[in-house]
C-alpha cells in the first residue's frame, strides 16, 4: 500500500512540476513563417537572458533556421511548424540562415536578429 502511495506522490509531483516552472518562465514566442526565400519578419530583437521559443512555420517547402553562434538550428517540414526555445547569452548582431537547401535563392535567406542588454 505504501509503495503504490509513494509512487502516485511522485508521478503527481512530476506531473505538476514542469507545468509549474513552465508557466513561472512563460517564455515570448515569436512567430516566423519561411517561404522561398525568405522570413517573414526578416529582423528581431530579443533581450540577454530572457528564453524565447522561436516558431517557424514553412508556407512551402521545408526550410530551417541556425543562428550557428547562438546554437540555434530548427528545421521545419513543407507545411509544418517547428518550435525551439533558447535564451540569448550574449549581446549583439546575429544573421540567421535557412539550413535546408530549398532551391535556388536558399543562400539568400536570412534573418537579422539583434540581442540587447
Ligand atoms: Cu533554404
Same mark, same amino acid.
Given at each position: 500500500?505504501?509503495?503504490?502511495?509513494?509512487?502516485?506522490?511522485?508521478?503527481?509531483?512530476?506531473?505538476?512540476?514542469?507545468?509549474?516552472?513552465?508557466?513561472?518562465?512563460?517564455?515570448?514566442?515569436?512567430?516566423?513563417?519561411?517561404?522561398?526565400?525568405?522570413?517573414?519578419?526578416?529582423?528581431?530583437?530579443? +533581450?540577454? &537572458?530572457?528564453? #524565447?521559443?522561436?516558431?517557424?512555420?514553412?508556407?512551402?517547402?521545408? !526550410? @530551417?533556421?541556425?543562428?550557428?553562434? *547562438?546554437?540555434?538550428?530548427?528545421?521545419?517540414?513543407?507545411?509544418?511548424?517547428?518550435?525551439?526555445?533558447?535564451?540569448?547569452? +550574449?549581446? &549583439?548582431?546575429? #544573421?540567421?540562415?535557412?539550413?535546408?537547401?530549398?532551391?535556388?535563392? !536558399? @543562400?539568400?535567406?536570412?534573418?537579422? *536578429?539583434?540581442?540587447?542588454?
Amino acid at each position: 500500500m505504501l509503495p503504490a502511495l509513494l509512487a502516485a506522490l511522485l508521478a503527481t509531483t512530476a506531473f505538476f512540476a514542469p507545468t509549474a516552472r513552465a508557466q513561472a518562465a512563460a517564455p515570448r514566442r515569436i512567430d516566423i513563417v519561411s517561404k522561398r526565400f525568405s522570413f517573414d519578419p526578416g529582423e528581431i530583437t530579443l +533581450k540577454k &537572458g530572457e528564453p #524565447v521559443v522561436l516558431v517557424l512555420k514553412s508556407a512551402d517547402v521545408a !526550410h @530551417g533556421l541556425r543562428f550557428r553562434d *547562438l546554437n540555434v538550428n530548427i528545421k521545419v517540414n513543407a507545411g509544418g511548424t517547428a518550435e525551439a526555445q533558447f535564451t540569448p547569452d +550574449k549581446t &549583439g548582431d546575429f #544573421v540567421g540562415v535557412c539550413s535546408v537547401f530549398c532551391g535556388s535563392g !536558399h @543562400g539568400m535567406m536570412t534573418l537579422k *536578429l539583434h540581442v540587447v542588454e
